[in-house]
């Protein structure tokens, strides 16, 4: 499932609001380990709880971002 943000900022405002519910119930903070963007104008950032671990990968659509014929070129790009 993507998240539709309009901005970086947006997907951190996001993190910080969604923290990781750790499986002893704790809510642990997202620390970012990278980040992808993917021919489909989504960014991928990785994540990891540093309460308990848990890693993750969000995926955040940030496509409101980019004309639609900068989209049409990198669906294109992602076909060959």
Known sequence: MSIKVSSVEEEY????ANPHRCP????GEWEFKSQAL???AHDELSVKCKTC???TVFDF???SKFPQ???DALKEMGKQ
Request: hydrophobic share 30%; glycine share 10%; net charge negative.
């Open 53 to 55: 671990g848990h890693e």
């Open 61 to 63: 659509d940030i496509s």
């Open 13 to 16: 405002r996001w993190l910080r």
């Open 38 to 40: 993917t021919f489909e």
């Open 69 to 71: 014929e900068l989209l």
């Open 24 to 27: 002893d119930g704790r809510e």
